[in-house]
């Protein structure tokens, strides 16, 4: 959000001298709560640790010890103690009845006023008019979105006229190295399937 800003300052063709006193928020010895702590939940805890984070996580299934051990992270049974420490609020669950609308008007106010939420599930994860009004009001400091619900949001959507959010079209996967990998994966499934064997990265209903 910071930086997306300060971009559009340096190409502006009105910018006459940069402000003296245009101030971020430090990620450095941060608290981030990650509300789903699967696979990628847990990369980007490998990738907080980088930055001295402290690492808050909840999730249905607590991780082993020495997983939680090995990033520094710390559970939280009740997402609400989460919401309530955290400087970041990172969503990266699936979508699902019980997902859906996870963060609303409640869990909003018990975040920090100084807080950030970011999204990289699913859009339908938040009730985006709690989080208009949660923006607007200053209830949270920021938002940031890689998904929106429906994508791409309507032209008129009160989300794109506030000032305290960015919001990028779904590219979370969105390299060269991504794509392949993910289309090799899929081939060697459909290859799998077709030669009768395993099926690699079969997904399981629980």
Wanted: glycine share 6%.
């Amino acid at each position: 959000l910071f930086s997306h800003s300060g971009c559009q300052i340096a190409i502006s063709p009105d910018t006459e001298h940069f402000a003296v006193d245009w101030l971020g928020v430090e990620v450095t010895r941060a608290t981030l709560g990650i509300i789903g702590m699967g696979s990628i939940g847990y990369k980007v805890a490998q990738r907080a640790k980088a930055f001295e984070m402290k690492i808050l996580y909840h999730n249905r299934n607590r991780r082993k010890r020495a997983e939680e051990q090995a990033v520094g992270a710390h559970y939280c049974e009740k997402m609400d103690d989460l919401l309530q420490q955290s400087d970041f609020v990172l969503l990266v669950v699936n979508l699902s009845p019980e997902t859906r609308k996870l963060i609303g008007k409640r869990e909003l106010g018990l975040m920090k006023p100084t807080a950030t939420l970011i999204n990289i599930s699913r859009g339908a994860v938040i009730d985006q008019d709690a989080l208009v009004e949660a923006l607007q009001k200053k209830i949270i400091r920021a938002a940031a979105l890689d998904v929106t619900y429906p994508e791409p949001l309507p032209r008129d959507h009160p989300l794109l006229k506030l000032n305290n959010i960015i919001i990028t079209p779904h590219i979370g996967t969105a390299t060269v190295q991504a794509i392949r990998m993910m289309a090799e994966e899929a081939i060697t499934n459909m290859l799998a399937v077709l030669n009768g064997q395993r099926i690699p990265s079969e997904v399981v209903p629980k």
